[in-house]
C-alpha cells in the first residue's frame, strides 16, 4: 500500500485525458483506467509515500488553500525499465516547481517515507496513461496517440490517495481565492 497526494484536473481536462485511455482500450492496450481497482482519476502526483496514516497535514493544507499551478500536458512520455509506464509530461514551469517544493516542505517535519522518485530534484511530472506495456504494446501506444493535443489542466482538487483501494481523501476542491 502506499498514499499518493494527486492534484485532480478540471472537468475539460479529465475528459480529454479519459479519451486517451479510450484511445488505448479500443486499441487492445491497456491504460490506467483499467488498472488495478479501476477507480483512477487523471491526476499529476505531487509525491508517494509509503503511508500517511497518522501524518500531521495541517501545514500542507494551509500550502494547498493558497494557490495551485496551472498544468500543461504537452509531451507523450515513457518512462525507462520494465514496467512500461506511458505518461503525458507536464510542461515544468517555475510555479510549478515552487508548488512542488512548497508541498514538500509542508511535509519536511513528519516521519514520511516519500518514493525517491517523487522528490524535489528527482520529479518528473506527468499524469500517467498506462502501466504494466509490453516493449510492443510501448510501441503501438505511442502509435495510436501520437496525435494528441497538448491539454490545458485547471488543479481543481487535491487529495490523497491510497493507491491500493483508490479511496480519495480530499485536501483542498473549488477555486481558491
Same mark, same amino acid.
Given at each position: 500500500?502506499a498514499?499518493?497526494?494527486?492534484?485532480?484536473?478540471?472537468?475539460?481536462?479529465e475528459?480529454?485525458?479519459?479519451?486517451?485511455?479510450?484511445?488505448?482500450?479500443?486499441?487492445g492496450?491497456?491504460?490506467?483506467?483499467?488498472?488495478t481497482?479501476?477507480?483512477?482519476?487523471?491526476?499529476?502526483?505531487?509525491?508517494?509515500?509509503?503511508?500517511?496514516?497518522?501524518?500531521?497535514?495541517?501545514?500542507?493544507?494551509?500550502?494547498?488553500?493558497?494557490?495551485?499551478?496551472?498544468?500543461?500536458?504537452?509531451?507523450?512520455?515513457?518512462?525507462?525499465g520494465?514496467e512500461?509506464?506511458?505518461?503525458?509530461?507536464?510542461t515544468? %514551469?517555475?510555479? @510549478?516547481?515552487? =508548488?512542488?517544493?512548497? $508541498?514538500?516542505?509542508?511535509? #519536511?517535519?513528519? +516521519?514520511?517515507?516519500?518514493w525517491?522518485?517523487?522528490?524535489?530534484?528527482?520529479?518528473?511530472?506527468?499524469?500517467?496513461?498506462?502501466?504494466?506495456?509490453k516493449r510492443?504494446?510501448?510501441?503501438?501506444? %505511442?502509435?495510436? @496517440?501520437?496525435? =494528441?493535443?497538448?491539454? $490545458?489542466?485547471?488543479?481543481? #482538487?487535491?487529495? +490523497?490517495?491510497?493507491?491500493?483501494?483508490?479511496?480519495?481523501?480530499?485536501?483542498?476542491?473549488?477555486?481558491?481565492?
Amino acid at each position: 500500500m502506499a498514499h499518493a497526494i494527486e492534484m485532480f484536473l478540471d472537468d475539460h481536462a479529465e475528459a480529454a485525458v479519459h479519451q486517451l485511455w479510450e484511445i488505448l482500450d479500443d486499441h487492445g492496450l491497456p491504460s490506467l483506467a483499467t488498472l488495478t481497482h479501476r477507480r483512477h482519476r487523471p491526476h499529476v502526483s505531487l509525491t508517494v509515500a509509503e503511508s500517511l496514516t497518522g501524518t500531521d497535514l495541517g501545514d500542507l493544507r494551509s500550502v494547498l488553500a493558497e494557490s495551485r499551478p496551472t498544468l500543461k500536458l504537452s509531451s507523450l512520455g515513457l518512462f525507462p525499465g520494465a514496467e512500461g509506464v506511458l505518461f503525458l509530461g507536464a510542461t515544468v %514551469t517555475h510555479e @510549478l516547481l515552487t =508548488f512542488h517544493n512548497r $508541498v514538500h516542505a509542508a511535509l #519536511a517535519n513528519q +516521519s514520511i517515507k516519500h518514493w525517491p522518485c517523487y522528490l524535489p530534484g528527482n520529479w518528473v511530472p506527468h499524469c500517467t496513461l498506462a502501466v504494466g506495456l509490453k516493449r510492443e504494446e510501448v510501441v503501438r501506444a %505511442t502509435e495510436v @496517440l501520437h496525435d =494528441f493535443a497538448p491539454i $490545458v489542466a485547471v488543479v481543481s #482538487a487535491i487529495g +490523497s490517495t491510497d493507491t491500493t483501494t483508490g479511496e480519495i481523501t480530499s485536501f483542498a476542491s473549488g477555486s481558491i481565492g
